[in-house]
C-alpha cells in the first residue's frame, strides 16, 4: 500500500504541518511537526476516523519528516532511502517502528558511512524510534536467500529518496526467478506460521492474546498476502478478489477483520505508550471503555469487547486455513497427476483430502454440510477439506436454518458423528470454526467467543467446551490414562460414551444469559436429547448431568470427604453407580479444560477419595449409611493397634492424644494417626515437634507438615506465615488441641511448581529450621507476607467478602472469598490472631484468581463466638484489611464489592 500524500491535504490543520516541513528547518521545529502531526492523528482517531486512512497517513507524512533530513546531506544516484517492513507496505502505527535500508548499486556502502551516521543520528534526534541497515545490492540478495525473514522484508519496500532504479534493481535480484520461488517461498512461510502458531497454544483463543503473532492476527493476513504476492506478483489481494484467489465477500470480510485488529492495536499503541501488540488484562479494559461498550447484568464491557475480538481473529483464521489449502493446491499440486478415490456418490478423496463430487452439491443436498464432518471424522487417515469444499461451505452454511434442524437424517448424522472413532475434537473445532456448529446448534453459537474475564478460565466458553470433549475422547489415548488411571478405567466401561460428550458439549452452553447457567442448560440439553433420538432415561441422565456438573469439584474442594455424613449425603445426590461414573468423567474433563495449570496432584487426589468413598457406600447401600461413632471407635482401635506393633502402650498414645476430639479420629486415616503419634513419642520433650513427609497412596500429591506443640500460642498464623516465607502453598489445614494448651497441626502444602517436596533433603531440612524458628519466637514475631501480586492477578481483582455463623459443631464458621494473592493464609492467620482466635481446621480452595476458605475457629475460651458485635467486627476486618492489602499491592486498585449473585463456584 502507497501512502496517499495527496489526502493529507484534507485536513486543514495537517496540512498546514505538511506545508511546513522542509530540510532546512532545525531538528527541533522538525521535532515539533512530528510531534503535532501524531497527536492530530491520534485526535482523529478517537474521533473515530477510518484507522486504514489514518495509518496511511501517518506513514506519508513520516516519509515527509524522514526525506527532509535525508536531504540535509550530500547523496549521489548510487544510493537510495527505502522503507521496508510495515512502514514499507504505508502502514504505520503511533509507535511502530521507523524501518528503513539505505541501499546502494556500489559494491560497498562504505563511502556513505559518514553521512549514514548522521542521517541516523538525526532521526533518533527527532525522537524516532528506527530500525534500519545498509546494504549493496548484492548483500541484499544473499541475505535474502539466506533468511526468509530478510526475503520477506524486501518484497515490501517503497523509495523515499535518492534513485528509485535501486530499488528495482534489488526487486529483479530477489525475486521469485532468482531466489525463493513461489513453492519453496510458500513452504518456508508455511511452516514459519506453523511455528508461530506453535508458540501461542495452537489457538486464537488466548487470555492475553498477541494481535500481531498470535493465530488469526494480523500476521495470518500478511502471510496470505506474501504468499499470494510471491506466486501471483500482485501487491494487492483486491487484484485477486474476483475468484482466482478468494471472492469479493471473503476479501471484504478479510479486509474488515483487519481493519478491527487495526483499530486495536492503534489504540493498545496510545493507551501502553509503546509499540506493544499483546492484549494484556489491563489493556483489554481501557479499550472496552475505548471501543464504547458498558457492563451489562449478563456481561462485563471487557468480556463483550473480547468476544468481538475472539470473532474477528476466528474469521481470520477460517480464511487463512482456506486460502493456505488453496495456495497449497495451486503451488505444490498443480499440474501433477491427481489420486482421486470415490468414497459416496457425494464425496471423494483428491490427493488425500476430500472434496464434493458436484460443486452445487450443498445446494442439492443441505445435509452434506454435516455429512463432510462426520467423513472425515469416521476416516481420521485423511488430510482435511480441499478449498474448494471449504469456501462451499462457507458460503452455504446459511442454509442451516430451522428446517434443517428439525431433519431426522441430520440428526441422524450428527449423531453418528459422536458415535465416530475419530478425533471427534478436531471435527468439532473444525465445524465451529466454519460456522456450522453454531448454525446447527444455535445455543453453542451464543457462546462463540465469549470471554469470562477471570484467571479460573483460559479459554473462551466455545473453546472450553471443545477442550472437555477433547479430553474425555484422550482418556482412551496411553499418555492420559497412565496419568489419570481410575478415570480412564471409567471412562472405558461408560454404556454410551456418546451422552458423555452431549453432557460436555452441553455443561456451559448457557453461559452468559444471566441466571444458573446449569438450570437454563439443563433445558437446553434435554431438548437436543429429545431431538435426537435419545430414550427418556437418556434424555434425564443428560438433564441431570448438566444441571449437577459443578457437584463433585464443589463437594471435593469445599466439604469434608473424610466425614462419611458428607458421603453419604453426596451419593444421595448422586443416586447411583451410572450416575457418578458419568458425573466423575466429566468433572475430571471439565476441570483440565478450565485451566490445566491449576489441576494438581491434591485435587486429583481429592477427586479420586470422592469417587471411591462414593462408589463404597453404593456396593454398601445407601440405606446403611456409616455410624459415625462406630467409624470414629474403629479409628481410634486400629491406631492403637498399629502402635502397639511399634512398642507403644495405650496409655503412651492416650497421653499424647490428650483431649483431642473426635474428629481427629474421623478425618485421619490410622496409618497418619500412628506416624504422627509415634514422632512425637520418639522426640520426646522436643517442643516444637516437626515432621514432613510426603502423603499418598502411590503417588505422592501433597507435603505432609506435622507440627505439635506445648504452650506455644498462635500456632496457625505462625505456621501459614513460614510457610509463605518459603514459598509454600497451603492446600489443606487441620488443627487439633489434645488439651493443655497443646496443639497438633497437619499442614498439607506443595512448592512454587505444584509439586510435592519431601523428597528433596534439603528443602525438608530448611522448613524445619525455619519453621522451628518462627514457633519459638515471641508472638510479635510472626512473618508478615512477603510474596507480590502477579501481573494478571492485580488486573482481576475484586472485593473480599466473608460470612460469619456463629454455632457449627461447636465452631465458628468463617467463610472467606477473596482474590488470591501470595501470603493469603499467613495475612488471615494474623487477622486470627489479633482477634484472639483459635484456629481448628480450615479448607483451603483456589479457583484461578480466587479463593473460597472456611475456617472453623473458637475464642481463646474455646468457645464459638455467639455475640453479633464481634462477629460483625471480625468480618469488617477481614474485608477491610484484605482489601487494604491488595490496594498497597495495586497501583490501580480498582476494587469492587463482590455482589451476592456472584458468590458462587465458577467452573
Given at each position: 500500500m502507497t501512502p496517499r500524500l495527496s489526502s493529507?491535504?484534507?485536513?486543514?490543520?495537517?496540512?498546514?504541518?505538511?506545508?511546513?516541513?522542509?530540510?532546512?528547518?532545525p531538528l527541533p521545529e522538525l521535532r515539533r511537526l512530528s510531534h503535532a502531526a501524531g497527536e492530530s492523528f491520534d485526535l482523529r482517531y478517537r474521533g473515530g476516523e477510518p484507522v486504514?486512512?489514518?495509518?496511511?497517513?501517518?506513514?506519508?507524512?513520516?516519509?515527509?519528516?524522514?526525506?527532509?533530513?535525508?536531504?540535509?546531506?550530500?547523496w549521489d544516484d548510487r544510493v537510495a532511502l527505502l522503507a521496508v517492513g510495515g512502514y514499507g507496505r504505508g502502514e504505520l502505527h503511533p509507535h511502530s517502528d521507523i524501518d528503513v535500508l539505505i541501499l546502494t548499486s556500489r559494491r560497498s556502502p562504505q563511502r556513505y558511512a559518514e553521512n549514514v551516521s548522521a542521517f541516523i543520528a538525526a532521526l533518533w534526534d527527532l525522537q524516532l524510534k528506527v530500525g534500519h541497515s545498509v546494504r549493496t545490492l548484492g548483500e541484499c540478495k544473499a541475505a535474502a536467500r539466506a533468511d526468509i525473514t530478510v526475503a520477506t522484508n524486501l518484497m515490501e519496500t517503497r523509495t523515499i529518496a535518492g534513485n528509485a532504479r535501486i530499488e528495482h534493481e534489488m526487486q529483479a535480484r530477489t525475486g521469485p526467478s532468482r531466489i525463493w520461488p513461489s513453492a519453496q517461498f510458500f513452504r518456508a512461510k508455511r511452516d514459519e506460521q506453523r511455528e508461530r502458531?506453535?508458540?501461542?497454544?495452537?489457538?486464537?483463543?488466548?487470555?492475553?492474546?498477541?494481535?500481531?503473532?498470535?493465530?488469526?492476527?494480523?500476521?495470518d493476513i500478511q502471510t496470505i498476502h506474501w504468499m499470494a504476492q510471491r506466486h501471483f506478483g500482485v501487491h494487492s489481494l483486491e487484484i485477486l478478489a474476483n475468484g482466482d484467489l478468494l471472492t469479493r465477500e471473503e476479501f471484504e470480510q478479510?479486509?474488515?477483520?483487519?481493519?478491527?485488529?487495526?483499530?486495536?492495536?492503534?489504540?493498545?499503541?496510545?493507551?501502553?505508550?509503546?509499540?506493544?501488540?499483546?492484549?494484556?488484562?489491563?489493556?483489554?479494559?481501557?479499550?472496552?471503555?475505548?471501543?464504547?461498550?458498558?457492563?451489562?447484568?449478563q456481561s462485563l464491557a471487557v468480556e463483550q469487547f473480547m468476544q468481538r475480538y475472539y470473532r474477528t481473529v476466528l474469521t481470520v483464521r477460517r480464511l487463512n486455513d482456506m486460502l493456505l489449502q488453496y495456495l497449497d493446491e495451486e503451488i505444490l499440486h498443480s499440474g501433477r497427476g491427481d489420486r482421486i478415490l470415490r468414497l459416496n456418490e457425494r464425496f471423494q478423496l483428491r490427493n488425500d483430502y476430500l472434496e464434493t463430487v458436484s460443486a452445487d452439491l450443498f445446494e442439492r443436498d443441505p445435509s452434506a454440510l454435516l455429512e463432510v464432518f462426520v467423513l472425515l471424522g469416521e476416516h481420521p487417515e485423511l488430510g482435511g477439506i480441499r478449498s474448494t469444499t471449504i469456501r462451499n461451505i462457507l458460503a452455504h452454511q446459511?442454509?442451516?436454518?430451522?428446517?434443517?434442524?428439525?431433519?431426522?437424517?441430520?440428526?441422524?448424522?450428527?449423531?453418528?458423528?459422536?458415535?465416530?472413532?475419530?478425533?471427534?475434537?478436531?471435527?468439532?473445532?473444525?465445524?465451529?470454526?466454519?460456522?456450522?456448529?453454531?448454525?446447527?446448534?444455535?445455543?453453542?453459537?451464543?457462546?462463540?467467543?465469549q470471554m469470562q474475564y477471570d484467571l479460573f478460565h483460559v479459554y473462551p466458553v466455545d473453546a472450553h467446551t471443545i477442550q472437555v470433549v477433547r479430553n474425555m475422547r484422550r482418556l482412551a489415548n496411553q499418555a492420559d490414562a497412565d496419568r489419570f488411571p481410575i478415570t480412564a478405567y471409567v471412562a472405558?466401561?461408560?454404556?454410551?460414551?456418546?451422552?458423555?460428550?452431549?453432557?460436555?458439549?452441553?455443561?456451559?452452553i448457557a453461559k452468559g444469559r444471566g441466571g444458573d447457567h446449569s438450570l437454563l442448560g439443563a433445558t437446553e440439553v434435554a431438548l437436543f436429547a429429545r431431538r435426537h433420538g435419545f430414550d427418556d432415561q437418556e434424555v434425564r441422565l443428560l438433564k441431570w448431568l448438566v444441571e449437577h456438573h459443578l457437584l463433585m469439584s464443589?463437594?471435593?474442594?469445599?466439604?469434608?470427604?473424610?466425614?462419611?455424613?458428607?458421603?453419604?449425603?453426596?451419593?444421595?445426590?448422586?443416586?447411583?453407580?451410572?450416575?457418578?461414573?458419568?458425573?466423575?468423567?466429566?468433572t475430571v474433563a471439565d476441570m483440565n479444560a478450565t485451566n490445566p495449570t491449576l489441576w494438581n496432584q491434591w485435587k486429583g487426589a481429592l477427586m479420586r477419595q470422592l469417587y471411591l468413598a462414593t462408589r463404597e457406600a453404593f456396593d454398601r447401600g445407601l440405606e446403611n449409611p456409616i455410624n459415625r461413632r462406630e467409624w470414629i471407635e474403629h479409628s481410634r482401635a486400629e491406631s492403637l493397634e498399629l502402635l502397639a506393633a511399634d512398642g507403644l502402650t495405650e496409655g503412651q498414645c492416650r497421653a499424647i492424644w490428650g483431649a483431642i476430639g473426635d474428629d481427629f479420629f474421623l478425618k485421619e486415616k490410622a496409618s497418619v494417626i500412628r506416624r504422627?503419634?509415634?514422632?512425637?513419642?520418639?522426640?520426646?520433650?522436643?517442643?516444637?515437634?516437626?515432621?514432613?513427609?510426603?502423603?499418598?497412596?502411590?503417588?505422592?500429591?501433597?507435603?505432609?507438615?506435622?507440627?505439635?506443640?506445648?504452650?506455644i500460642g498462635n500456632v496457625f498464623p505462625k505456621i501459614a506465615g513460614a510457610l509463605d516465607q518459603l514459598n509454600l502453598n497451603v492446600v489443606d489445614a487441620r488443627l487439633y488441641a489434645p488439651g493443655g494448651g497443646r496443639t497438633l497441626n497437619l499442614f498439607y502444602a506443595l512448592d512454587d511448581h505444584g509439586q510435592p517436596f519431601a523428597e528433596n533433603p534439603q528443602r525438608v531440612r530448611q522448613v524445619t529450621r525455619v519453621l522451628r524458628q518462627v514457633l519459638t519466637e515471641p508472638d510479635d514475631a510472626v512473618p508478615k507476607p512477603s510474596r507480590r501480586v502477579s501481573r494478571q492477578l492485580k488486573q482481576l481483582t475484586t472485593g473480599t467478602a466473608a460470612f460469619i455463623s456463629p454455632e457449627d459443631q461447636g465452631h465458628t464458621r468463617i467463610t472467606v472469598l477473596t482474590p488470591d494473592r501470595p501470603g493469603l493464609l499467613a495475612h488471615l492467620g494474623r487477622i486470627f490472631m489479633a482477634h484472639q482466635l483459635q484456629v481448628h481446621s480450615a479448607k483451603i480452595a483456589t479457583l484461578g484468581e480466587r479463593v473460597e476458605d472456611v475456617f472453623y475457629v473458637t475464642g481463646e475460651d474455646g468457645r464459638p463466638l455467639t455475640d453479633a458485635e464481634p462477629c460483625e467486627r471480625l468480618r469488617g476486618d477481614i474485608c477491610a484489611e484484605l482489601d487494604q492489602r491488595n490496594r498497597d499491592d495495586i497501583a490501580a486498585g480498582a476494587l469492587r464489592e463482590i455482589p451476592r449473585h456472584e458468590i458462587a463456584l465458577r467452573d
Open positions: 493529507l491535504d484534507r485536513e486543514p490543520a495537517l496540512a498546514n504541518l505538511v506545508a511546513s516541513v522542509h530540510a532546512a528547518l486504514r486512512l489514518l495509518v496511511s497517513e501517518r506513514a506519508a507524512f513520516m516519509d515527509l519528516i524522514v526525506e527532509a533530513v535525508w536531504r540535509r546531506f550530500p502458531h506453535e508458540r501461542h497454544g495452537n489457538t486464537e483463543y488466548n487470555l492475553e492474546p498477541n494481535i500481531k503473532e498470535a493465530p488469526g492476527g494480523l500476521r478479510l479486509r474488515e477483520a483487519e481493519e478491527f485488529l487495526w483499530r486495536v492495536r492503534y489504540g493498545l499503541h496510545l493507551i501502553a505508550g509503546r509499540a506493544e501488540e499483546c492484549l494484556y488484562f489491563d489493556h483489554q479494559r481501557a479499550l472496552a471503555q475505548q471501543f464504547g461498550y458498558r457492563d451489562t447484568p446459511w442454509r442451516i436454518d430451522d428446517r434443517f434442524r428439525d431433519d431426522p437424517r441430520n440428526h441422524a448424522l450428527f449423531v453418528r458423528l459422536l458415535e465416530c472413532k475419530g478425533n471427534l475434537s478436531n471435527q468439532l473445532q473444525r465445524m465451529s470454526r466454519y460456522g456450522i456448529l453454531g448454525a446447527y446448534l444455535p445455543e453453542f453459537g451464543r457462546i462463540v467467543g472405558k466401561n461408560l454404556p454410551k460414551p456418546e451422552l458423555l460428550y452431549v453432557a460436555g458439549l452441553y455443561h456451559d464443589s463437594t471435593s474442594q469445599r466439604e469434608d470427604i473424610d466425614d462419611p455424613d458428607v458421603i453419604h449425603r453426596f451419593a444421595r445426590l448422586v443416586g447411583d453407580q451410572i450416575h457418578l461414573d458419568y458425573l466423575f468423567v466429566l504422627c503419634t509415634r514422632q512425637v513419642h520418639e522426640q520426646g520433650d522436643r517442643n516444637p515437634v516437626i515432621h514432613i513427609e510426603n502423603a499418598g497412596v502411590e503417588d505422592a500429591t501433597a507435603t505432609r507438615v506435622f507440627v505439635y506443640t506445648r504452650g
